[in-house]
Structures are given as C-alpha cells and as structure tokens.
C-alpha cells in the first residue's frame, strides 16, 4: 500500500511541477514529441472513447472531437489528437493521460508518466 501512495505522491507532486514550471508546456510538449512513434502505433481512438473522455474533461472542444473523429485511418486520427493536444496547456496533458486510463490505454499513460519524471529530472 506504501508504494502506490508513493507513487501518487510522486505523480501529484510531478504534476504539480509541471504546471508551475512549464513555460508554454514546453517539458510536456517534449515528452509528446519523444513518445510520438509509440503513441501513434499504440493509441486507440475509436473503440476506446478516448476522445469522448477528453471533451467530457473539457480538454478538447466539440468541434475538435468532430476533427479527430473525421479522419482516416487511425494513424491520421491520433496524428490529429496529439497535434490539438501540442496546442493546450500542460494540464490538457495530465487529463490526456487520465483519459488514456479510463479508456483502458494504461500502459500508454505509463509510458507518459515515465518519460515526464525523466524530462523533470534533467
């Protein structure tokens, strides 16, 4: 029970970090960039809901779910995604990842959250 309280804190606290010390969600552009590939082969938009979830967060608006969805195939869809998400703030971010999770993308957020404490770090 120890480690996943410390591993929240750890996460909260990177967070945290983050959206006070990020100009212009520069360190949460790079980790997307650094993932791109990987996000691109393994993101699921469609049966995942993963865009519905971002608009029920306010993360993205109704005509920018209307774009994503739009595309074809796949690869352009999450292209798209991740281009919209480049343009939000640092906290779009922090509820892309939790969106991943609740559309069952977990390992996805995983990986974000890894390469984010790593970029932290430096």
Excluded: C
């Excluded at 969600?25 to 995942?48: H, Y």
């Excluded at 995604?81 to 906290?91: C, G, H």
């Amino acid at each position: 029970m120890g480690s996943v309280t410390e591993a929240l804190n750890g996460f909260l606290l990177s967070r945290k970090a983050v959206i006070e010390n990020s100009e212009n969600g520069a360190v949460t552009e790079k980790v997307l960039q650094q993932n791109w590939t990987f996000l691109i082969q393994n993101i699921s938009t469609d049966e995942s809901l993963l865009v519905d979830h971002l608009y029920e967060m306010n993360t993205v608006t109704i005509n920018e779910m209307e774009v994503v969805r739009t595309q074809s195939p796949m690869r352009n869809k999450v292209v798209k995604l991740l281009e919209i998400l480049q343009r939000k703030s640092p906290e779009a971010f922090h509820q892309f990842i939790e969106a991943l999770e609740r559309s069952n993308q977990s390992h996805i957020a995983h990986r974000l959250n890894e390469s984010l404490e790593e970029e932290l770090r430096r």
